[in-house]
């Protein structure tokens, strides 16, 4: 039953992943992004934590997504638009970077034994667990990401002040 | 692997899923009657009068017509996005419900079988709730997209900047829940409001009310209503998002905003007014779990029952006050002007927020 499930979720996941890219018109693509991200989180509830789940859909489907569509609707992407935004000489650059990063991925997954991957023992994992594990265990990353986010916060504001004068 | 207990889950399953959809379903036919004559009797006229007494029937006169009009798709749309989107409104605002508990567990009579009086108690049910209600704005966004028109594109990217500013004040206020309730559970947060009204979180002085306040500019916000209405404002939008939509589309989404208005009432009882326990204990002793352990005889199984459904009259109740407060603060007050609107979620209730967050924290400790 669980596989099953599985299946359905990581097959519609896979093939709107592909319609992301696919897509021509960007809407429709952040249409894809939406349903495959919501996939992921479906995945994460067969894996019993509903936390992760829902924190998901919320970042990420539900605040994330909204600012790329707001952008990808305000701007007029055309092809003039991107050319001036992303010139051809720097195409080459992407197309260099892309088989990289393949490789890469490539490298880390197949590097990787799943072993002991899968839902946890136990049943769910609670919200209290996570949130002790958080402020315990892994307080000095948990703060370092919070100052990162700070930082990126006031940087993207001082760029947009900037354009403004 | 199905054997009958399982089916019989399986079964109550469904029918708590088909009663709440089919409840969530005709709730706007009533609303939409009392909503126009709400909005008769402030501007001191009658409202709707002629379909049956005191047009009670109009409701139904609506749905014939909507029912009836041609669905027009404008001929430069994106037509699969277009048809698309109405539902994808509908959608999350009836998921929410799946968390939403509208009284304890219940004992159908003769039978000793408990039965939950809602359909699913999540451990992170507060989150999920947030999460799903956040979606119900793509239908608007692509709403608003897909006609190809500039007032309804507006209004679509207004309704999406103005979601997303009202949702961190939200967010915020229902984490000033949580620290009052110390749970996630939404059950376990009305659970933690019982005996009498001074212990539900409103009545957490000083911050309850303040929580209060902020949750319910932010569900206005939240659900497009006036004083918040700027998605379709029709004094410079035509009428926003849905400029272009037509016949049972339409209806669809003023649907989803009724049920949003259902949504955010019940969140505020649950939330701030403890839910389905009634405000002060009654001297006889009906509240469920005392009623619930008397065994044996008619008696008691008529006490069980009306213990059963005592609360759910508590929680109708208390939401209906909520409703009508909604319909009530349309017809009374005018629109925030779109910058007004964004100074208010960003430069008020952030910091507001923010500073109870803090005060809450340390009555907490």
Known sequence: ?????????????????????LFRNPVRSALALMLCLLQVACV??????PFLAVVQVFVYVGAVMVLFLFVVMILDIRQAELEAFFPPRNRWLMYAIIPVITFEFLLVILGTSFEGFGPGAGGETKVEVIGRALFTEYLLPFEVVSVLLLVAMVGAIVMAKKRWD | MLDSALILELAIMFIKV????SVLFALPIPLTWLERKVAGHIQVRLGPFRVGPHGVLQPLADMIKMLLKEDIVPEKADKWLFRLAPIMTLVPTFTVFVAIPFGDKVRIPFTGREVALYISDMNVAVLYILAISGLGIYGIIFGGWASNSKYALLGGLRSAAQMISYEVAMSFAVIGVVMLSNSLSLVEIVKSQSGGFLHWNFFYLPVGPLWFIIFIIAGFA?????PFDMPEDEGSLGAGYHVEYSGMRFAYYMLAEYVAMVTVSVLAVIFFFGGWNPPFNLPFHLTGETAMFVNGGWNAEFLNLLAAVIPLFWFAGKVAVFIYSFMWIRFTLPRYRYDQLMRIGWRVLIPLSMVNILVTGFMRI
Do not use: K, P, Q
């Open chain 1, 1 to 21: 039953m669980e596989r099953l499930f599985f299946l359905i979720f990581a097959s519609v996941a896979v093939v709107s992943a592909l319609c992301v890219v």
């Open chain 1, 44 to 49: 994460f509830v067969l894996l019993r934590s």
């Open chain 2, 18 to 21: 088909f009663v709440v959809g």
């Open chain 2, 222 to 226: 939240e659900t497009n209503r006036i």
